[in-house]
């Protein structure tokens, strides 16, 4: 019995050496897409942290809002004016600003977000702020980011060991801290802009930014009638609400948001570019793979052709090649990109996590790529003459 093993395959592994070579090209491109579209994910999700895990069916904010980085506040009574609206049920006022945390180990400083608001009820969906958010009605109580990057110090560590945490918060051009204790710890991560993040009642948010004006806000959550339509309400705000705010429906607010990161930042434009160069990097590195291969066997491919077979029959080969290569050298930069994940979230603090949309997308990337070298190298064959090899 003579086994049916493709032509493709034996080209390929004749030379084993050459094969494994190839294999780990093409491994290193599926790990460089891995990783940049993993960046670029965690990017977009570290960014939109806040608006997944605030309690709102609306929200408002100013029409010179850009990202939650360079925000813009508005005046507190736009968000009242929601209220004599038919469909409004409550509404909550949050402030956001900058500040400046002092290691308490080091005294140096880092940037930290910090977000107040009204401690009469969450407007968090955070399980530890829900349970305790009630600890903020004492002044000068914070809840610190137990996910902030490493750089604010033992913090965390010490408030689980009961050992009581005393900080200073700096406003960006304050020169005098503002000293609060931890009550409290929550998970939520830091971002691109920012390092981490405080919860705070909205009465400590003044005294902590002592030139803030209490009635300038930063978002406004909008809480729904049961059985209200969404939509319907959103077109009534929008119309009748003085021009200087706007209203967004959660999507609609997180789509803002990763359209100021894809489409306003320099490092969105990067991330966008070096995902594509990995893609041309990539069809560059399989078109020499491919093309090798063909020179290496025109002998074959002239005496295939010499016999009878089509043009045809010899494309089909190399794109047999091509998907074997894509499927095999995906194989092992997946399994590696998994190990520089887990790093990469280590190190930074970032959400990089590996999910099926991110493997699915390198999949058909390294296959269409791989489709796209094949094309490219068959150029060779198609005007292959037999006459001229004998």
């Not at 406003?171 to 939520?188: A, H, R, T």
């Not at 520089?340 to 991110?358: E, Q, V």
Request: aromatic fraction near 14%.
């Amino acid at each position: 019995m003579i086994l049916n093993i493709p032509l493709a395959w034996l080209q390929l592994a004749k030379q084993r050496a050459r094969f494994f070579v190839a294999l780990a090209g093409i491994a290193f491109v599926a790990i460089l897409m891995f990783m940049q579209i993993g960046f670029q994910d965690a990017l977009y999700a570290s960014a939109t942290q806040l608006h997944k895990n605030l309690q709102g069916d609306l929200f408002l904010i100013s029409a010179q809002y850009k990202s939650l980085t360079s925000n813009q506040s508005f005046s507190r009574s736009r968000l009242y004016q929601t209220l004599g609206f038919a469909g409004v049920e409550s509404v909550d006022p949050l402030y956001v600003q900058f500040a400046k945390l002092k290691n308490p180990i080091t005294g140096r400083k880092y940037p930290i977000y910090v977000l107040g608001f009204d401690p009469v009820k969450s407007i968090f969906k955070l399980p530890e702020v829900e349970k305790d958010f009630k600890l903020l009605q004492i002044p000068d109580q914070v809840f610190f980011d137990r996910a902030s990057r490493p750089e604010f110090g033992p913090i965390a560590e010490y408030y689980q060991q009961n050992k009581p945490v005393s900080m200073e918060i700096f406003s960006y051009v304050g020169l005098v801290g503002y000293k609060v204790k931890v009550s409290g710890l929550f998970s939520l991560g830091p971002s691109f802009g920012f390092d981490g993040n405080l919860i705070v009642s909205s009465s400590t948010f003044i005294r902590i930014f002592e030139g803030r004006d209490a009635d300038k806000i930063d978002i406004g959550l909008i809480h729904l009638k049961p059985g209200a339509n969404p939509k319907k309400l959103l077109a009534n705000l929008s119309a009748k609400l003085p021009k200087d705010v706007m209203i967004m429906t959660r999507k609609e607010f997180i789509d803002f948001e990763k359209n100021y990161w894809t489409l306003r930042t320099p490092i969105g434009f990067v991330f966008n570019l070096m995902v594509i160069m990995g893609f041309v990097v990539g069809v560059i590195v399989v078109y020499q793979i491919l093309y090798s291969n063909i020179s290496t066997h025109l002998v074959e491919f002239a005496t295939l052709k010499a016999m009878g077979f089509k043009n045809k029959y010899l494309l089909r080969v190399v794109f047999k090649q091509a998907l074997i290569l894509a499927v095999l050298g995906y194989i092992p930069g997946f399994a590696i990109s998994l190990g520089l994940y887990d790093i990469a979230k280590n190190a930074t603090n970032l959400p990089i996590t590996m999910d099926i949309s991110k493997a699915l997308i390198v999949l058909f990337s390294a296959i269409l790529m791989c489709l796209i070298s094949g094309f490219l190298s068959t150029n060779k064959l198609r005007k292959l003459d037999p006459a001229e090899i004998f």
